[in-house]
């Protein structure tokens, strides 16, 4: 926290103090996201490249002096970031562009970007003193919250809609959640969670009311750009949901262009789901987010009433990117593309940035002169039932080598 | 391959020029695995802790000088290793011994410990010119190869027998492998890939047969030494299937050990499930394997003619441990104590290890004062199925408060 100045309310404008332990902004209520301010003139003097150079913390912890953290217990959570970072080849040649890199998020500890959240709220509620710790979650935050926080031996109460894949359901158990079952959508499931919330006094790990949260996700941009010396990419897509994780990604470029690390920012490609695209429609339509449909196999990113809409739309005008959105069949095409050609295996969510980037392209967004970078933001063993709608079936045989050659002439 | 010095029979003590490019001895056939020999003095010279410290590969080509790969080609694989390990607090406590250590094999890209031989075959299979690699496995091997494979441009055939689950399967057609399902046990399944690698002439990743493979997993051994600082513990637990893994853990130790960089070789614990446990059996009726049932849910382990029987065996007794067996409802324990304890989610046979240690320290084989290292060797999310047995079910709710406070009483 030693470099943290204050609070600002993304609504207002509001200053608050850093020891004010707020989540939302005392005047505008729910809608007053908070954002948290460093002072940049004195991380200039500390944050250079050799800081990195010589920083042997390979977590997400080695940016601990960018973050809203105390260094106490940091040693003790699970191993979040430091995912790789792959320079494609064949995928890159497919969509025709100069540079594509692929950040595999889904090598985090309980295989999301969320996790980088979640190290960071079970770090705040310990050093509370909190032993209980809620949030309601379409699986990839809630899955990674019951893991980190069973890390530091915390309890967890976790709100998910009845359709969460069964690969996080089963995280979530095993972790040792007590776990809820929404009757409901993304929204009844967030109301619920909330009202037990402030009913129980439980930690409150949901990421947009908690501006904490984003100050762990902006590490993915951190690493983005130091595991590329520095030298950004001209976009940085992502998928999204709740409005939080693009909110971190530009924040982490934000931080690092203030303090002098990065000459730019990259354009953000913010991109959603046809069947559940608030972000996208108000984008296009000009005009406030409005509550949609939750239709899309893209369970992480089936959010119909976005709980952070300022930082997400800020995030990619400021930087000025744009959005896009891809349909359910481009993303199961995607997996299959993705897994194939690069050996990386992403969840529906996940590889929907990278399925953005494809339609950018051929939509000359994106031109084919430009680097890019995308985060693949959960693994796709989360979620095997729609990878299994993405492939062929296997070839089922007797172990009879004169069988197999019917099947098997080519190679 | 600078400082190997020759290919080595495990049966007949046989020497073969390191050139030769051999899989298995041409004088005992398929018995007579190699092991791979190493010019130790001339390691010494330059192996020592300095060049870690100073050495900014975090995968396990950092390993690459004690190795048989050539260097070219090496930045072009998937992030393979430098998993976290983890002391534990909570589960150590609950065993009632002095120090625990685990390392999490299922965060590499993957998801299991195999990817640590993938990347060494597809290396290999790479410089020699391959571009189809074939092997036969219960599930994690294949789907590392193929993952691997897919990142490097090569193909693959992949023989699973049918009890293969889901999770597993969907990598395979995600990674764009052929997959042929084989209608019988793993003998079957193995003894048709072989005769297809024959027939058409494939690059051949089986473990017990491709003397490189154990190379690349002996690396999770110099990992642990070097992670604890080169302070071993007093055990190292792992579960064995084919033996291939173990003696990879054993050669990593004696390799260190030779070089001096640790003063002893830790005491290896190997773990078979109950249900399949051909090791085991003829460890405590010492007399050679026999082929037995394959009657577990930790299916990467359920093999009844292990294929490399002299390394496993060898690897045990060398190291001066010994043998457990553990129940299927003793793994599925352990996998909910794991994850709840550590916020680690561990695949049946990963956790099969740490249920081994458990058992052992109940029957006073690992003391109270002792030190151990565990490997979960799979990410759970591959067999969500048998995560679910584990496991209570959820609390299913209307969005409604009221009737959560119901069921909600304690918090």
């Not at 762990?216 to 595991?227: D, F, L, P, S």
């Not at 063993?381 to 990878?387: F, I, P, S, T």
Request: proline share 4%; aromatic share 10%.
């Amino acid at each position: 926290m030693k470099y943290v100045n204050s609070y600002r309310c993304t609504v207002c404008g509001r200053e608050y103090d850093k020891n004010d332990n707020l989540y939302t902004c005392p005047k505008c209520g729910d809608t007053g996201i908070l954002d948290i301010e460093y002072n940049y003139e004195k991380l200039k003097k500390v944050i250079n490249k050799s800081y990195f150079d010589n920083n042997k913390d390979y977590s997400m912890w080695r940016y601990r002096d960018v973050m809203s953290v105390e260094d106490s217990k940091l040693s003790e959570t699970l191993r979040v970031g430091w995912t790789p970072i792959y320079k494609s080849n064949r995928f890159a040649s497919i969509i025709g562009i100069k540079e594509l890199y692929i950040k595999d998020e889904g090598l985090n500890p309980t295989a999301s970007l969320k996790d980088r959240a979640s190290a960071v709220a079970v770090i705040k509620a310990s050093s509370e003193g909190r032993d209980v710790i809620a949030c309601s979650s379409t699986g990839n935050a809630a899955s990674s919250l019951a893991g980190n926080a069973a890390r530091m031996g915390l309890s967890t109460v976790i709100f998910v809609p009845e359709r969460a894949p069964q690969g996080k359901l089963a995280q979530l158990l095993i972790y040792g959640a007590k776990v809820i079952c929404v009757k409901g959508d993304y929204r009844e499931t967030f109301q619920l969670s909330k009202k037990a919330i402030d009913y129980w006094g439980w930690y409150n790990r949901n990421a947009a009311i908690n501006p904490h949260m984003v100050e762990g996700k902006k590490t993915v941009a951190m690493e983005i750009a130091e595991q590329l010396k520095w030298k950004v990419p001209d976009w940085v897509a992502v998928s999204v949901g709740d409005g939080c994780t693009i909110g971190g990604v530009y924040k982490g470029f934000f931080d690092l262009f203030s303090i002098g690390l990065i000459d730019r920012i990259p354009k953000l490609l913010g991109v959603q789901a046809k069947g559940c695209c608030p972000f996208y429609t108000a984008f296009i339509e000009n005009k406030p987010l409005e509550p949609t449909d939750e239709n899309t196999i893209a369970d992480s990113i089936s959010v119909g009433i976005p709980r952070n809409p300022i930082k997400g739309m800020n995030a990619v005008s400021r930087s000025k990117g744009t959005w896009v959105v891809v349909s359910d069949e481009a993303i199961l095409e995607t997996m299959k593309i993705l897994g194939s050609c690069e050996g990386i295996f992403g969840e529906p969510a996940g590889v929907a940035g990278l399925s953005g980037v494809m339609k950018a392209c051929r939509e000359g967004i994106i031109k084919s002169d430009e680097t890019v970078s995308v985060i693949v933001t959960g693994n796709g063993l989360k979620d095997v039932k729609n990878a299994l709608k993405a492939t062929p079936k296997p070839i089922v045989c007797q172990p009879n080598i004169e069988e197999l050659k019917k099947y098997f002439v080519k190679y």
